[in-house]
């Protein structure tokens, strides 16, 4: 292990390296958003793309995240892999026509005839006063469409391997990216890799409790999880990184060892994806095998506030997670 | 009526007059198709704007593509798809163009061009924008047509794809056929300024007008449209006047529009219109039109014989396609 080459990437730096070798690699791969040419995108994803692959396929748009998606739909219709950036992700509610209507829909539509090799990305910017229109964490809706695959990173190094994965799929991608998280460092190996779609990963072993995280809930799982250790509590904490398909062998295997689930998740709880993994838990786990009912951490059902204290107040945090447990192990 | 070019054979104005005739039988049919319950939820038919579709269609290449409509029958047939697997798509069949997956409002033929019909209103504009930006990429040039009508030029989607398009110089023609009614509400109701064309101008491209009832009128402005994306100088948006005989579809056959209208735009009928100038002009016999006539109607009914004769879509099979081939796609990820 100790001779793979690695460096040290921000996730937003991982991103950009992986688009820009899906773009060395495939002239039909092209972005286009807001703002991503000259100023290398809101948070630097495509920075220094379109000095290196010029106008033609790094396309600074109007302000037109319909056009833009509809735009991506068609071109991958006739062959190409766009990737359309949508500066913030709640703006997705201004293409949700094309994305799930269209995107989606299209290949099943037509019988099987064509294949929608589309990838839709952005940030999910909450925690850091955007307030409400800025800070959605929507992913419950994707799952929710049938034609749709939906990703969640949660480290430098897994996102760089699975926008790689994503844009070399023939079906249409919605690719979810915490804002906070494009700060933060991981080692990522410099050779190339991928990462498998539908594959979980187990970001840290345990036999008490199955936490199930996706995106920036990891973090805050295996900060619950160094907390509960010191009182001998041990949390598995898996984290699918791609929500749809999900890995429930995972994920089952897991929870039919521990007999205890949490699943994490910062979307507002009704009908949410914390509620998905729960109702699929117990269609693969016996409920014999488990010792506590399942617990779900999530957003509270509001809009999220602009005030510091509010928004801690609406987004799961520690405290919730560590009550969970509390709850699960009584 | 616009002056025929020499170019035009005798053969070119029969082939246009007999997908005149084509559609209109292929429409007549699929009402009686869907009064007689071999047609599912609705079948909205495309009776007297035949001539925008063939018209177009007329100034198209083979490899060039167009998006459709939930009105979308005429556009398939005068792109030349073909009749037998469209009528088994609308009834359902497994050898529809689409398996029966998409039924009257979704026939794609990607083997014709074909890039979709949608039946969200102006849902595909954008699609087309970026299709045509794609082949220009790819180095090739094909041009992308995206029918739509009167009420999708209001939607928003409409005016994002058509500032899009200009800005990329995209290789696409915007054609609008206005056919002046939505379900019940008329245009005047519906849209501040006379012509829709002159929307055009807002994002910097020609907007035209045309007698969407003349074949050879929009054919001819087709032709400039097509030519002026092909040589990369951007969209155009058409705007063919023209009017729907028929009710909005045959599931809601109510028509609230006066039938001193409905006379009007009768006598204005493009087909007829069309072999009246053919006679006139000496290059066809009525003897001849109406050997067309019947030859369409016999095609039409070959294709329903085809389609009600065929397999229903075997209800094992109902998820494939959701997803293209991909490793991760086993049993158990999905559900």
């Known amino acids: 292990m100790s001779t793979v080459a690695v460096s040290e990437l921000t996730m937003a730096e991982a991103l950009n390296e992986g688009l820009r070798e899906e773009m060395e690699r495939d002239p039909s791969v092209w972005v286009i958003g807001e703002d991503i040419g000259a100023h290398g995108g809101l948070f630097k994803v495509t920075e220094g793309l379109l000095a290196d692959f010029g106008p033609a396929r790094v396309i600074d748009s109007p302000i037109s995240e319909a056009g833009i998606t509809g735009a991506g739909v068609g071109a991958a219709l006739i062959g190409c892999r766009p990737v359309v950036e949508l500066q913030i992700f709640d703006f997705v509610t201004l293409t949700m026509d094309q994305l799930v209507n269209h995107a989606a829909k299209w290949r099943y539509m037509s019988g099987g005839q064509v294949s929608v090799p589309l990838v839709v990305r952005g940030p999910i910017s909450n925690g850091i006063g955007m307030a409400a229109q800025h800070s959605q964490t929507l992913e419950a809706w994707f799952v929710h469409t049938p034609g749709l695959m939906v990703i969640m990173p949660s480290n430098a190094y897994d996102a760089k391997g699975l926008l790689k994965s994503a844009i070399r799929d023939d079906n249409p991608v919605v690719f979810l990216e915490k804002r906070l998280l494009y700060s933060r460092k991981a080692e990522v190996p410099r050779d190339e890799y991928l990462i498998p779609i539908g594959v979980a990963d187990v970001k840290r072993r345990g036999d008490d409790i199955t936490v199930v995280a996706a995106g920036a809930s990891v973090q805050l799982a295996l900060q619950a999880a ?33 007999g205890r689930l949490i699943v994490v998740n910062e979307g507002p709880r009704a009908g949410g994806f914390a509620s998905e993994v729960v109702a699929r838990t117990l269609d ?26 509010l928004e801690r107040a609406v987004l799961p945090s520690l405290d919730d997670l560590l009550a969970a447990a509390a709850v699960v192990m009584s | 009526m616009t002056v025929v070019e020499p170019v035009d054979a005798v053969n070119a104005l029969e082939e246009t007059y007999l997908k005149l005739a084509r559609i209109r039988a292929f429409e007549l049919k699929a009402m009686d198709l869907f009064s007689e319950k071999f047609i599912r939820g609705s079948v909205h038919p495309y009776i007297g704007m035949e001539a925008v579709a063939v018209g177009v269609c007329g100034a198209l290449r083979d490899d060039d593509y167009i998006t459709s409509t939930h009105r979308g029958h005429g556009h398939c047939i005068a792109k030349g798809l073909e009749l037998r697997p469209m009528m088994a798509e609308i009834t359902g069949r497994a050898t529809g163009y689409c398996k029966g997956r998409g039924g009257s409002m979704h026939i794609t033929a990607m083997g014709k061009g074909m890039l979709g019909a949608d039946a969200i209103v102006a849902g ?14 790819q180095g090739k040039d094909a041009v992308v047509v995206a029918f739509f009508g009167d009420g999708g030029s209001n939607q928003g989607i409409f005016h994002e794809a058509a500032n899009l398009a200009s800005v990329l110089s995209a290789p696409v023609v915007f054609v609008c056929e206005n056919n002046q009614w939505a379900i019940s509400m008329p245009i005047q109701r519906a849209i501040a300024v006379e012509d829709i064309a002159v929307r055009a101008a807002g994002y910097g491209f020609p907007g035209e007008i045309v007698d969407g009832n003349d074949v050879l009128a929009v054919r001819d402005v087709a032709q400039r449209a097509v030519d002026r994306a092909r040589r990369g100088d951007g969209p155009t948006l058409i705007e063919a006047k023209t009017y729907r005989i028929t009710p909005h579809s045959a599931a809601t056959p109510t028509d609230n529009r006066a039938p001193e209208e409905l006379d009007l735009w009768r006598e204005r009928d493009p087909i007829a219109r069309f072999a009246r100038h053919l006679v006139d002009s000496g290059a066809a016999t009525e003897d001849r039109l109406e050997e067309l006539g019947r030859q369409a109607a016999a095609e039409v009914e070959d294709a329903a014989a085809y389609a009600l004769d065929s397999p229903y879509p075997d209800p094992a099979d109902v998820e494939d396609d959701v997803y293209a081939p991909a490793d991760w796609l086993r049993e158990g990820r999905l559900a």
């Open chain 1, 226 to 258: 160094r907390q509960l250790a010191r009182e001998g509590i041990e949390l598995e904490v898996v984290d699918p990184r791609t929500l749809k398909p999900l890995d429930m062998d995972t994920i089952a295997e897991s929870v039919a060892r521990t």
């Open chain 1, 284 to 309: 693969h786990v016996p409920l014999q095998d488990l010792k506590a009912a399942p617990r779900r951490v999530t957003a509270r059902d509001t809009p999220i506030p602009y005030s510091a204290g």
């Open chain 2, 124 to 137: 595909s504009v954008a699609i087309a924008t970026g299709a045509a930006y794609g082949l220009r990429l």
